[in-house]
């Protein structure tokens, strides 16, 4: 079991000597082997709660849990992709990848068929040998999620893992998620921005308000995508086109838009 | 945009203008001494050093060539500065990553750093006496400083984001410590090693005042018992070269460092 919950989560944060809340009261559950997006305005905390399931921060209210216990901390049980990639620049791509494998104590053979399946997978073939300020931002990108995806971590926390991608490459990944999230499904917290890959990639949306951050509500995409059978589509825009998914994806627009306006005191 | 300064000179307007800074102060030099405006035992001219050096490039003085008292310095030298990195590197990277061996050390460090080098040489005669454990200390107290202070920035303000990712991968310490803190250090560190590297240089003449039997140091103050000036302005220009080739040297490697890193 690897369920994340938060449970009445509030984080404050000093600034100017001065502590504001950033997040006030979050609520929200992301059952095992479920995948859950989280949208919401910029600001509205959504990287803060990121952090709290990783392990980085702690919360100053309420509990953070992952598989029924309070989170001790950052581990390998919960791989991280982080917003602005954090590569480690002196090391090549193949060594990036590998580099938490290595912790594990794998065995080389087994570790080398494991990266090679991974780099294959992520279309980084022929970069191995590569460092990472010689490749594009999406390709940086890619780097980060094979470098998380290659632990098979029960848990996958991803900060606006498609942001730096152009709108082919992202497609190709999103479909590549759905691709593996079905055939080895985790538990997944994804942030996003982008309300269309919520939608696609998530069983449930769950949408925030402005700062300071809570649950405004959540949407079982799940339901309506079974109901109304998205998965008899291949393709992102075949889904995208579909009346129930335009429907659901301007419900979550309008609610975001409410925050926006209502959030710029 | 209006720049702060003026104009930069062009790559051959700045050859130009080095040139004619070089030859204002070598003819300055030479009408001081030439003109008797300075006595010439006091003030060598520029063609005194040049056949003076050329002199000691095959003929003992003091006991050795001047490339031979070179290479004696240089040795203590690659001593004195390999330790200073060597303790101050690692030192440096520890206490960027324990905050209590900060705190300790920090305060004794910042108490002694203000000490020139050349204050060590009464206690380097005293403790080492003639041996090569006295210009060590001194040229060892010259470049300690940078190398351990850049090594202690680039680890204590390394971007949190790399840390943070080898925590997530579950990277113990002394991993952390050897493949995270130190090559995210590392243009630091060279940048430190670089400026240690001429401080210690500098601290040579000082490091062998008083406790070289051979030298370029101790070729100058043999000189200068001699009242041979010449000798001891063929020391300070060969002082001075060595110097340069060291700092140009190590300025490359920094460049090929941070070029790889894909930060200039
Ligand atoms: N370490 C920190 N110190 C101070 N304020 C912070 C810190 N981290 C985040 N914040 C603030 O908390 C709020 C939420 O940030 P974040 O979680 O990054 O939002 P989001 O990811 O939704 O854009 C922002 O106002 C941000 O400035
Ligand atoms: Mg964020």
Redesign the interface.
Known sequence: MSAIEFDNVGRLFERDGRSFPALDGVDLTVADKEFVALVGPSGCGKTTCLRMA?G?EAPSSGRVLVGGAPVP????D???V?Q?F??????TVADNVA??LR??GMAAPERRDRIAAIIKLMGLDGYETA????LSGGMQQRVAIA?AYV?DPQVLLMDEPFGALDAQTRVVMQEELVRIARINPRTVLFITHAVEEAVYLADRVAVMTQRPGRIKEVLDVRAIRAAENWDRHARVEDVMDLESFVHLRTHIWRSLREEKVGGER | MRSSTTRPPSTAERLLLGAIGLASFLGLWWGMSASGLVAKQFLPTPLDVLARTQYLLTEPFAGATLPEHLARSLERYAYGFLLAAGVGVPLGLLMGWFRWLDAMVTPVFDGLRFIAPIAWVPFAALWFGTGIGGPIMIIFSGAFPPCLINAYRGARFVDAKYIEAARMLGTGSLRTILEVLLPASFPAIVAGLRIGAGLGWQSLVGAELIVASAGVGYMMVQGQSNISTPTVVAGMVAIGLVGLVIDVFLRQIEAFVRHRRGLA
């Open positions: 990783a980085f901390g950052p581990g390998p919960r791989a991280v982080f602005q954090a590569l480690f620049p002196w090391k580099f938490g912790n594990k460092f990472p300020h010689q470098r632990l």
